[in-house]
């Protein structure tokens, strides 16, 4: 357990319910320890899409595992599969940024530095929240304020101008046609050929 006493997680669970509304966070009702309470768990949002499908699919994909860690933190996980989950977390933002950084060298974004300085930050900050989590075994509700917040500034704003840009650009991405087309197939459950 993250946190020893039921009175604080509770009190932490509402505090960060009324947070994630505001964040724009769907509620969610689960059957928590033998109460039902409301819950909010980070979601998708249609401001999050770039209409860049690569940056697209790799981002759902990022909320699909905050996702995945707020309904563990949430639901009462133990502590051992918590920790583990951050690390999926910390190694897919870690290609997640690799990926955006070479659409960026690829396109000869203007921005790349500043972008590239944005990603190093952030990476320092989630370091230092999942370490709250890894090391002194508390705070998880700040781990996920800091996720919503993250959803909302950085991919809402920063990459939507990467996206704007790439979409544009003169120099085009290397094989990006393969994005869209490979997707489709996926979507459509479609196999390739031998
Ligand atoms: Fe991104
Ligand atoms: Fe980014």
Redesign the pocket.
Known sequence: MFLTANYSRNFIITLSAVINIKAGIVPTTQNYRNRKVRLMYIQWKKSYETNHPL?DV??RL?VMLFRKLDVAIKTGETETTVLRIVQEVKRYVKF??TS?ENLMYETNYPGIEGHIAIHTHLLVDLNNMLGKLTIHREFPEDVLDFLSDWLTN??AH??QL?AKHVTNATDRPVAELIYPEYLQAIIAQDSIPD
């Open positions: 940056i790799e981002h990022l997640h940024f955006e950085h991919i920063h990459d990467l």
